[in-house]
Nanobody, 125 residues
Framework: QVQLVESGGGLVQAGGSLRLSCAAS????????MGWFRQAPGKEREFVAA????????YYTDSVKGRFTISRENAKNTVYLRMNSLKPEDTAVYYC??????????????????WGQGTQVTVSS
């Protein structure tokens, strides 16, 4: 059974940092591209960042470029999202996801097969 388990969320002041982790099990992690999405209250889920299976290629949504960094450790079956200079508008539930296609389409949630349960990130002003 495939499981993706996010951790590292919490409450932080604006300008602060958090690192989210997503631990995967039940799949050949190094064969999957990984993405992070987020969903704020009353809004649709949106793409944040993605990384290909080897870690050699990444995509970011414009609003987080220069502030967030996605990375992965295949030996630990884990993908990370380092979030710096956090803003109140970054407040959301953050989800990791695993898929097997990569390219501009990684921004689309339907390209992902497996999803975690989410972790709450709250940024206070």
């Amino acid at each position: 059974q495939v499981q993706l388990v996010e951790s590292g969320g919490g409450l932080v002041q604006a300008g602060g940092s958090l690192r989210l982790s997503c631990a995967a099990s039940g799949l050949t992690f190094s064969s999957y591209n990984m993405g992070w999405f987020r969903q704020a209250p009353g809004k649709e889920r949106e793409f944040v960042a993605a990384i290909n299976w080897s870690g050699s290629s990444t995509y970011y949504t414009d609003s987080v470029k220069g502030r967030f960094t996605i990375s992965r450790e295949n030996a630990k079956n884990t993908v990370y999202l380092r979030m710096n200079s956090l803003k109140p508008e970054d407040t959301a539930v953050y989800y990791c996801a695993a898929g097997q296609r990569f390219g501009p389409a990684v921004r689309e949630s339907h390209e992902y097969t497996y999803w975690g349960q989410g972790t709450q990130v709250t940024v206070s002003s």
